[in-house]
């Protein structure tokens, strides 16, 4: 695939993108239907209450339709873009559940925790199937073990892989376009290591989501004028988790995904630390919080966190 023709899905889903999204925002304040602040939260995002949510609607639709077409063109409907897709739709699906009930109930709770839960690993089991079934490698490298050949080892660790980085980049769509920024960073880095791989059909899943991130973030940049909401960030953790096993490289997500590792341990270490010694660590979690909290504005958060996502993806590139 030559760049020029790399540029198509990109401007493909950023196109559908661009024009879905002034749309769908459209009718989410026709409907008067918008985000609920919570009161534990920063007292100055308290303004932000009402904004219109679940952007990551329109987000997955781009990603889904760019890809399709994309791969169809280029001979690469294989049955990792569907996997993949079908792991994007069914936790978006969950997202928008998620974020459907809290919009209904006008506050900022959803789903219970098993029932997410269960979504995800019901969406990971169905991509594990199809995984074997094409006949992926399932070994995978521990250290101090080695090379580790157990089937039921890489299906417990996929699992949490999967349910894991799903959380964590739901996570970090805590401020203004942070998300996007980092998911856009983060599928650049795997579409590199697709082309380095020779793994098309998943380079082309990386390249629509690219455009479809560039996309949103015109419309999600602070003053956001919609957020991703649940619909969107579970998808792409869940498709972030999905590209990184189907190019074998799966502890790559922990350099990739730094800043989502990072966002996810301040959460743990928070809650561990209140429990056991009824003392915070930061002054909230997740750590974006924190560093608002010492007086950051979202832009400066925004950049520096995109800074260590952009190094921590380079390095890996260059080590492995």
Not at 44 to 71: C, E, R, S
Not at 148 to 163: G, P
Not at 171 to 193: K, N, Q, T
Request: proline share 3%.
């Amino acid at each position: 695939m030559q760049f020029t023709q790399m540029l198509i899905p990109m401007v493909a889903a950023f196109g559908l993108t661009v024009i879905l999204m002034p749309l769908f925002i459209g009718y989410m304040r026709m409907k008067k239907e918008g985000q609920t602040i919570r009161e534990i939260g920063p007292k100055w995002h308290a303004k932000k209450n009402g904004t219109p949510t679940m952007g990551g609607l329109v987000n997955t639709l781009a990603i889904v339709v760019a890809t399709i077409a994309t791969a169809a063109w280029q001979h690469q409907l294989s049955l990792s873009v569907w996997i993949a897709l079908f792991v994007l739709v069914l936790y978006g699906a969950l997202g928008f559940w998620d974020d459907f009930i809290k919009v209904a109930k006008k506050q900022n709770l959803g789903l219970r925790a098993w029932q997410k839960l269960l979504g995800q690993i019901l969406g990971a089991v169905v991509f594990l199937v199809a995984y074997f079934h094409e006949g992926f490698p399932h070994t995978l490298a521990l250290p101090v073990v080695g090379e580790l050949n157990v089937a039921w080892v890489f299906v417990a660790f996929s699992i949490i892989w999967l349910v894991g980085f799903s959380n964590a980049v739901n996570l970090s769509d805590g401020i203004d376009g942070l998300c996007a920024g980092l998911s856009a960073i983060a599928f650049a880095m795997y579409a590199a290591l697709a082309v380095r791989d020779g793994r098309l059909d998943v380079l082309i899943i990386c390249l629509t989501v690219i455009g479809a991130m560039v996309g949103f973030f015109l419309f999600n940049h602070k003053p956001a004028q919609i957020f991703m909401g649940d619909v969107g960030s579970l998808a792409l953790g869940g498709l972030l988790a999905v590209v990184a096993l189907l190019l074998n490289r799966p502890w790559s997500l922990l350099l990739i995904g730094i800043v989502f590792v990072g966002e996810t341990a301040s959460v743990m270490l928070q809650v561990f630390s209140f429990k056991v010694f009824h003392r915070r660590i930061f002054k909230m979690s997740p750590i974006h919080h924190h560093f608002e909290m010492l007086g950051w504005s979202e832009w400066r958060v925004d950049l520096v966190f995109w800074l260590v996502g952009l190094l921590g993806g380079a390095l890996y590139l260059v080590l492995f």
